[in-house]
């Protein structure tokens, strides 16, 4: 694993200072990554560092524990997929800070603010054609099109405001085909290949968090399609119906 950079070292023998070590800290200590609770006030930051330095973070969702790096870095996105073990033509998520964001990285021009203000922040992507912000040619190469999410999770939607309001790619952090996880000690066998974990606890308490987010597919003006049905297909198909987006396939 590459070496950590110096400030971030210096976050995280601050963090080991003036704290007790839990088991899972300790465990994390062996494998030199560091393990750091969301609400811990150095959180932020040692997330910021990783990032700048093109490392992959975990860290929880509104759903499922999730792997995140910058977006627009292309050794970052390589090395996530390397680390998720998944076909690099299997397309990933971004997570933005808000609606704004959302507009900034795909089009949604035909998306009305109070439909998207209905939908978000919540446990859904919204797939939609991307735009040049989004500049990554390793970013999903096989479509034009980008899933957004904007998860109801302060620490991650603080984590997208630090981030100079750029991207974070988001994919769940387990080895592609096994079962998201829903505490970081379930993707433990992740963390030596992580810049650090931050630990949310236990983020669901059944096991139809698992499902993650629902996927919707928007980018044709007046029509959805429903790409996977997560955790959050009814209400999303109520406000289908209340906004008169026509279905064209469901599954």
């Known amino acids: 694993m590459r070496r950590l950079q110096t400030p971030l070292l210096r976050l995280v023998q601050a963090y080991k200072h003036h704290h007790t070590t839990s088991r899972m800290q300790h465990q994390a200590s062996e494998l030199r990554t560091p393990v750091c609770p969301v609400g811990d006030e150095a959180a932020l930051q040692l997330a910021r560092q990783c990032l700048l330095s093109g490392q992959v973070i975990a860290l929880p969702t509104d759903t499922v524990y999730g792997l995140a790096c910058d977006a627009n870095n292309e050794t970052a996105i390589q090395r996530l997929y ?32 109070e439909l998207l203000t209905r939908l978000l922040p919540g446990p859904l992507t919204i797939v939609i054609e ?87 597919d928007l980018a044709t003006p007046g029509y959805f399609e429903i790409v996977r049905a997560g955790v959050a297909l009814k209400p999303t198909l109520s406000l289908m119906e209340e906004f008169g987006i026509r279905a064209r396939k469901i599954l």
């Open 82 to 113: 390397e680390i998720k073990g998944r076909d690099e033509h299997k397309p990933v998520a971004i997570c933005v800070h808000n609606i704004a964001a959302l507009r900034r990285f795909g089009q949604a021009a035909h998306l009305s603010d």
């Open 130 to 216: 991307r735009t040049a912000q989004l500049s990554n040619r390793f970013l999903n190469p096989s479509t034009s099109k980008i899933g957004i999410r904007i998860p109801d999770f302060n620490f991650m939607r603080d984590l997208c405001a630090v981030w100079h309001e750029q991207p974070l790619a988001l994919t769940s952090a387990n080895r592609s085909s096994a079962p998201s996880s829903l505490e970081a000690i379930e993707f433990r066998s992740l963390w030596p290949q992580l810049g650090a974990v931050f630990d949310a606890g236990q983020i669901g308490l059944t096991e139809e968090r698992r499902l993650a987010s629902t996927v919707i």
